[in-house]
C-alpha cells in the first residue's frame, strides 16, 4: 500500500512538472521589449525548477486586467492595486516584491509649457497609459482629486511611453508615470520632461500565483526567483524589470491600499 501511495505521488509531481504554466506581465512597454526583458529571467527560473513557463505579453492594461480577471495566468507580474483586485476575483496571491524600493507616481510637463504647480492644471487634458495604471494613473487620479481637489481630463494612450511622448509633443498639457519608466526613456524625451508632482510612495508591484497552481510548484519558483536574486551571475536579470532587491511578498502588506480611496477611481473592464 505504501509503495502504491509513493507511486501516486510520484506521478502527481511528475504531472505537475509537465505542465507548462502560463506567465502574464502588465504591458509596461511593448512586447518585443517585454520579451527582451522577461525571457531570459523565466528561462532560468524554468531551469533552476524544472517547471515549464510560457510568457504572455499583451498590447494594453485593459486587456491583461481583463485577463487576470479571468482567471488566465497562472503567474503574473502587476501592479500592487491590481494584486488586491486579482486576489478578490480569483484569489491569487503574491509570491516575490522588490524590497529594494516603492513604487512613486510622478506627474510631468514639457519644459517650456511655463506649468509649475498643480494648479495651472485646472481642466486640462492629461495623458496617462491606462485608468487602472497604478502609479501613473490611479494613485496620480486619486492623488489629484482627493488631495488637491483638481478636475482634470485623462487622455488613455496605452503605454508609458506614449503618455511622455505626448507631453514632449504638447499634444497633452501633463501626463502621469513612473519614475522607473521616466528614467528609462531615450535622454532626448527626458530632457523635455519637468517633474512637477510626485505620489504618495507603495510597495512595489509583485509577482502573484494563481491558486490553482499547486503549492510545490509555487514555492518552487518563488525560491528560483529569490535564489536568482542573490546570485551574482544572474541577479542582473532583474535589472530591465526593474527589481531590485527580490523578497518575500504577502497580501497584508498591499490591502492598505483599499484605504487610500482608489476604488473611487478603478474603472471595471
Known amino acids: ?105 510622478v506627474l510631468v510637463v514639457n519644459k517650456k509649457s511655463g506649468i509649475d504647480n498643480l494648479s495651472q492644471l485646472e481642466g486640462a487634458e492629461i495623458a496617462f497609459p491606462a485608468p487602472n495604471a497604478l502609479g501613473a494613473s490611479l494613485l496620480m487620479r486619486a492623488d489629484l482629486a482627493l488631495l488637491y481637489g483638481l478636475k482634470i481630463k485623462p487622455v488613455y ?34 530632457q523635455k520632461l519637468k517633474v512637477i508632482y510626485k505620489t504618495r510612495e507603495i510597495s512595489r508591484h509583485p509577482i502573484v500565483a494563481h491558486p490553482r497552481v499547486a503549492s510545490e510548484i509555487q514555492i518552487k519558483v518563488q525560491r528560483a526567483f529569490l535564489n536568482i536574486g542573490e546570485s551574482d551571475e544572474h541577479k542582473h536579470l532583474f535589472a530591465e524589470i526593474p527589481i531590485i532587491e527580490p523578497s518575500i511578498a504577502t497580501l497584508a502588506e498591499y490591502q492598505q491600499l483599499t484605504e487610500w480611496g482608489l476604488s473611487a477611481f478603478y474603472v471595471e473592464n
Open 1 to 105: 500500500m505504501k509503495y502504491v501511495v509513493a507511486m501516486l505521488c510520484l506521478l502527481q509531481s511528475s504531472w505537475l512538472f509537465s505542465q507548462e504554466y502560463t506567465f502574464g506581465v502588465v504591458p509596461q512597454y511593448e512586447s518585443q521589449k517585454l520579451n527582451a526583458i522577461w525571457q531570459p529571467l523565466l528561462k532560468q527560473v524554468s531551469e533552476q525548477t524544472g517547471v515549464k513557463i510560457e510568457l504572455i505579453t499583451v498590447k494594453s492594461i485593459p486587456v491583461f486586467e481583463q485577463a487576470f480577471a479571468n482567471g488566465e495566468y497562472d503567474f503574473a507580474y502587476m501592479n500592487p492595486w491590481h494584486s488586491v483586485v486579482a486576489h478578490e476575483k480569483q484569489g491569487y496571491l503574491p509570491l516575490i516584491k522588490d524590497a529594494g524600493r516603492s513604487l512613486q507616481g
Open 157 to 190: 494612450v496605452q503605454t508609458h511611453s506614449s503618455v511622455y511622448l505626448n507631453v514632449a509633443l504638447n499634444s497633452t498639457k501633463a501626463g502621469g508615470g513612473v519614475l522607473g519608466t521616466l528614467k528609462q526613456q531615450p535622454k532626448n524625451l527626458q
